[in-house]
Structures are given as structure tokens and as C-alpha cells.
């Protein structure tokens, strides 16, 4: 049974950076085809995608977030971990990390029930 | 912004069927990515509809199929139900951008 769940702090302040650790079990990250990949959803807006790691440990970000990005993998933890930098209150977002299996192509088969991150001061 | 566009919401009654569109481009649907759907329940993460344009997940109910044409894709839903009432996405991958991308997201409602 595959389960992600999300951590991190739900309270961040503006110019600070925000580390969120996706925890998983059912599945390892270093079966050939497995990715792990972060997006968020702004409250009542879309989702939005914002970085992947895959099983060789290549790592892909969104264009437009790459700057602010940085994912990694502890394989040996079943972990994911994202942070990004200089928060916003623009940023202030569900985050949500997903797995890709490879068995549905690109598709984000499973999905952590996401943490809420609210930018204030 | 999404590159995918969405209508913001579609209604119809029950047992009715609806279509959700998701317009793309030669960069992303146009280009011959997949498309997944994605129906999110209100106050829940995202779950796994439809993959790889027409397929559907072990327990998805065979009410729901995808399509795809050109640079669009659909979403149909016949006989809707009352646990349908949720929001939907549409998800490529653009080559141009080099992201993967989601649609805008519709909204179904009973009327």
C-alpha cells in the first residue's frame, strides 16, 4: 500500500525559506522509473507543478520556480525533501508531493494529502 | 499562469452526461504528451482519473472516459452522480517550457 504524507511548517515569513519533507512507504525510490515530484495549489486556484526527482537522481524544476528550487532524495529514510527560497506571501499554498510510478506514463499515480503553508508576517 | 485551458465549470442533472475540454498546443497536447485527469473532492489532495489520454485506473468507474483530438483533450461523464460534484484538471507535459503542466480546473455541479 503506497502512502505519502507532507511536513513542514505552516507558518513562514516573507524572505524566509520554506523545507517541506515528503515521507513515503509502499514503494522504493530506487526502482528504476519511480519519481517523486512537489506541486502546490494556491487556495480556490489551480495546481501547479514545481519539481521532480526520479530514481537516478536527475532532478527537473519549473521554469519559472527553478531559481528558488532545490529537491533532493534520502533513499535509506524513504524521504523527499523540498525547499524554497525567499517565500512570498504569493507562495502561500497547499503542497503536495506525488509519486510517479512509470506504469501510467507520466502520470501522478499517488498523492500525500498535502500541507498547507501560509506566508505572513 | 496554466497553459491548459479549462471552462471554469460545467452543471448538469442527474444521471446527465457532461464533457470537460482541455485546450492545448503544439507544445504540449499538439506535440503527442499524454494527458491525465484528475478528480479533486473538496478538501482533498488530487486522485488519478484517467491516464495516458484514455485510460482508467483499477477502481475508477468506466462513467468516466478521456479523449483526445489535436490539440485538445475531454473528460466525459455520463450518468453524473452526486459524488461527482468536484473539481476536475486536465495534466500534460509542455516541451517548449520544459514543465509538466495542469489545465485551469472545472468545476462540476448538479443543476
Known amino acids: 500500500q503506497v502512502t505519502l504524507k507532507e511536513f513542514g511548517p505552516a507558518l513562514v515569513k516573507p524572505a524566509q525559506s520554506l523545507t517541506l519533507t515528503c515521507s513515503f512507504s509502499g514503494f522504493s525510490l530506487s526502482t528504476t522509473g519511480m519519481s517523486v515530484s512537489w506541486i502546490r495549489q494556491p487556495p480556490g486556484k489551480a495546481l501547479e507543478w514545481l519539481a521532480l526527482?526520479?530514481?537516478?537522481?536527475?532532478?527537473f524544476y519549473s521554469t519559472s520556480l527553478k531559481t528558488r528550487l532545490t529537491i533532493s532524495k534520502d533513499t535509506s529514510k524513504d524521504q523527499v525533501v523540498l525547499t524554497m527560497t525567499n517565500m512570498d506571501p504569493v507562495d502561500t499554498a497547499t503542497y503536495y508531493c506525488a509519486l510517479v510510478t512509470g506504469a501510467t506514463g507520466t502520470a501522478f499515480d499517488y498523492w500525500g494529502q498535502g500541507t498547507l503553508v501560509t506566508v505572513s508576517s | 499562469q496554466s497553459v491548459l485551458t479549462q471552462p471554469p465549470s460545467v452543471s448538469g442533472a442527474p444521471g446527465q452526461r457532461v464533457t470537460i475540454s482541455c485546450t492545448g498546443s503544439?507544445?504540449?497536447?499538439?506535440?503527442?504528451?499524454?494527458v491525465h485527469w484528475y478528480q479533486q473532492l473538496p478538501g482533498t489532495a488530487p486522485k488519478l482519473l484517467v491516464y495516458?489520454?484514455?485510460n482508467r485506473p483499477s477502481g475508477v468507474p468506466d462513467r468516466f472516459s478521456g479523449s483526445k483530438s489535436g490539440t485538445s483533450a475531454s473528460l466525459a461523464i455520463t450518468g453524473l452522480q452526486a459524488e461527482d460534484e468536484a473539481d476536475y484538471y486536465c495534466?500534460?507535459?509542455?516541451?517548449?517550457?520544459?514543465?509538466?503542466?495542469f489545465g485551469t480546473g472545472t468545476m462540476v455541479t448538479f443543476l
Open positions: 503544439s507544445s504540449n497536447i499538439g506535440a503527442g504528451y499524454d
Open positions: 495534466q500534460s507535459y509542455d516541451s517548449r517550457l520544459t514543465d509538466y503542466v
Open positions: 495516458g489520454n484514455t
Open positions: 526527482i526520479d530514481w537516478d537522481d536527475d532532478k
